[in-house]
DNA sequence: GTTTGTTTTGACAATATAGGTCAAATATAG
DNA sequence: CTATATTTGACCTATATTGTCAAAACAAAC
């Protein structure tokens, strides 16, 4: 259940590198990655998928960290959270069959 | 599982309203409340507690109905989804419960 | 406590996305 | 064809998101 933020932090320090190595080599602002990793800010796909390569991890797991992060950010403050994200499920569900056709 | 937008629709249509007349009466400008009705543009939370008033539909229910929209919207061409879902769950839980202490 | 190296913060600019307005185009009914 | 209702699309504005940079804060070494 880790965040997007604790994943590349992780995966940075195992590494023993420096924000400012990892700006570098990535060609991202040190100040923006330290925001990632802290959830200050969110990355754009891009990006998710440029740490993906960079640290070599799963894309589809740093995507799922990363989209449910959103998800997380954008339902903690309403109610009904559990009931908004089984009926977006059912809708999803519902577009993709349609989509197909 | 109805949308916002097939829900604010049949309201309309039941009390045998024009889009004018809505348009007028909530001062919303009406192509966009068609485009509300289609799906095409998404409202913004004031909108939609401004309909919930005006059609007098529960609150909650036409916010559940907006946010899964939105979810939905944002999932529908990822991967996962399931996965995403209940990953951003157990972080709303979490985060809810942080929250409270 | 000052030097050196790292991370965090915050103000501001740039860009992207979302929402609003309006008039014209397209139905639909009579 | 006329009249009324809805939809479409181009354009504009507002808001939110992301990028840049320099300074502040933190930490370890000496």
Chains 1, 2 share one sequence.
Do not use: C
């Not at 925001?35 to 993906?52: D, I, M, N």
């Not at 995507?63 to 999803?92: F, G, P, T």
Request: overall charge positive; glycine content about 2%; hydrophobic content about 40%.
């Amino acid at each position: 259940m880790d965040s997007f933020g604790e994943i590349i932090k992780r995966f940075r320090e195992s590494n023993g590198l420096f924000l400012r190595q990892v700006a570098a080599k990535m060609d991202i602002d040190q100040a923006i990655i330290s925001k990632f990793e802290r959830g200050e800010r969110k990355p754009t796909k891009e990006q998710v998928q440029k740490f993906a390569r960079f640290y070599k991890i799963e894309e589809e797991k740093l995507m799922i960290a990363w989209l449910s992060d959103k998800v997380a950010y954008e339902l903690v403050e309403e109610k009904n959270h559990y009931k908004i994200l089984s009926v977006a499920e059912q809708k999803i569900r519902f577009l993709k069959i349609k989509k197909k056709v």
